[in-house]
Each structure stands twice: as C-alpha cells, then as structure tokens.
C-alpha cells in the first residue's frame, strides 16, 4: 500500500493514474480474499519488515508503525500480540538488542560505541 501512495506521488502522465489505480483495485480484492488469518499474519510480516527498515530511528514508535502501514494502532497492537505473544514494543526491543549484539560479536563496535 506504501508503496501505492509513493507511486501516486511521482506521477507524471495522467495515463499512469489508470495503472495505479487498477493496482490498487486489485490488490484490494485480493486482500479481500484472504482468510482472516492470513490478513493477520500478513499485518505482523508487515510490522516486522517496517521495524527492520526502520529500528535505527530513536523516534521510532508504535503510531508511526500504524500510520505507515495504513492500520488503527490499537488494532494492529492487538493483532501482533494475539499473534506473536508479545508486545510491538517488546519485539522492538529484542530486534534492537540483537542488532546491537551482532555488531558487538563481529567486532565492527565496542561497548563504549
């Protein structure tokens, strides 16, 4: 969907409006006809791919996650833990913590980076 509204954004011939637009159709139809399941581990693989890009930013939050993804926070907040066992925040944390003993263990930082 992000990457719908990027693509509005640099039209540049109102004929390119129409693929757009036929992309968006359809990929609403076929989010449709997903079992409500698969919607919901489509919304976490959804979190979990915007927390990868982004898990550097200090000003990373929860309602930036939900308003990037296009979901209600709350929603997308309940969704992750009923399918995750956890908090976006705690899996946040975790994902940073890894990512910080990664660099740790190949030498590129030490503690006091």
């Known amino acids: 969907m992000r990457e719908i509204v990027q693509?509005?954004?640099s039209?540049?011939?109102i004929s390119n409006v129409y693929d757009i637009i036929i992309k968006l159709f359809s990929d609403?139809?076929?989010q449709a006809h997903l079992p409500r399941k698969s919607r919901q581990a489509n919304l976490v693989l959804q979190v979990k791919q915007?927390?990868?890009k982004h898990y550097q930013d200090s000003e990373?939050?929860?309602s930036f996650i939900a308003k990037n993804i296009f979901v209600n926070t709350q929603y997308m907040c309940t969704i992750f833990k009923n399918e995750t066992g956890r908090t976006i925040?705690?899996?946040l944390q975790e994902f940073?913590?890894?990512k910080a003993k990664e660099?740790?263990?190949c030498g590129q930082h030490s503690i006091t980076q």
């Open 60 to 62: 990373l939050k929860i």
């Open 28 to 30: 609403s139809i076929s």
């Open 96 to 98: 940073r913590m890894n």
């Open 103 to 105: 660099l740790f263990d």
């Open 11 to 13: 039209i540049e011939k």
């Open 50 to 52: 915007y927390i990868t």
């Open 7 to 9: 693509s509005i954004y």
């Open 89 to 91: 925040g705690s899996y």
